[in-house]
């Protein structure tokens, strides 16, 4: 089974929509990131949590928010959906008190804003 | 802040020829250096990192990168690629103050042709 999913894999909505995309990681790692994948921009990172009672902006967090509802759960919502949120999305995790920096990644979920 | 450049956007190259993808990046502090591949329908998987001691650091599937002070690069090379090759990878940097967050380079996608 794998260490990180994501849920769902793929979804198609409409322009105001609220969505939700979850990850659930069984690594035990304590830190959990999301990233936004758009074609010639690498991985930006959207939102970042070093423990359940941490939640952390990155670099594009405008229209996004998150919700660490337990150590191995780590959900992005799009309140209102717009078109230029169209892209593919993925949930990492990484060990505080493992060798640095390595994060692992999930499959990543392809979302479309009609 | 730092920030990540990989200069080709894509790379044709023919199946047991050398690969070199280049990485410069731009930080005020010392960083940590990473390459990451993303093979198709898949998430990122890391294949190989700097930390800290030699330079020339080998990672899986035959890689290998060579971390240059001077000229901010970590370039990415492989002296004969497979059909298997074929995915984008991706040059990551990080440093210690800011915890395990990554900036990314845009990504360079490797098409192997037989």
């Known amino acids: 089974d794998a260490d990180v999913t994501q849920t769902p894999r793929n979804r198609i909505t409409k322009t105001g929509k609220r969505i939700m995309l979850e990850c659930s990681q069984t690594?035990?790692?304590?830190?959990m990131y999301w990233y936004r994948q758009d074609p010639g921009l690498g991985l930006r990172l959207i939102y970042y949590?070093?423990?359940?009672?941490?939640?952390n902006k990155g670099e594009i967090s405008d229209g996004y928010s998150v919700s660490r509802q337990a150590q191995a759960k780590f959900s992005l919502s799009l309140e209102s959906a717009i078109p230029n949120q169209t892209a593919l999305y993925f949930c990492?995790?990484?060990?505080?008190?493992?060798?640095?920096?390595?994060?692992?990644f999930g499959p990543g979920t392809r979302l479309t804003v009609l | 802040a730092q920030s990540v450049t990989q200069l080709d956007s894509q790379v044709p190259v023919f199946e047991e020829a050398p690969v070199e993808l280049r990485c410069n990046y731009s930080?005020?502090?010392?960083?940590?250096l990473f390459w990451y591949v993303q093979y198709p329908n898949q998430g990122l998987q890391l294949l190989l990192k700097?930390?800290?001691?030699?330079?020339l650091v080998k990672g899986i599937n035959g890689f290998e990168a060579e971390f240059n002070k001077s000229q901010t690069s970590f370039h990415l090379r492989k002296p004969s690629v497979h059909i298997s090759d074929t995915a984008e990878y991706f040059c990551?940097?990080?440093?210690?103050?800011?915890?395990?967050?990554?900036?990314f380079g845009g990504g360079t996608r490797v098409l192997v042709k037989p």
């Open positions: 700097y930390l800290s001691g030699s330079t």
């Open positions: 930080s005020s502090v010392s960083v940590y």
């Open positions: 949590s070093f423990d359940v009672k941490d939640i």
């Open positions: 690594k035990g790692h304590d830190r």
């Open positions: 990551a940097v990080s440093i210690k103050a800011a915890g395990n967050k990554l900036t």
């Open positions: 990492a995790t990484s060990d505080r008190d493992r060798d640095l920096n390595e994060q692992f």
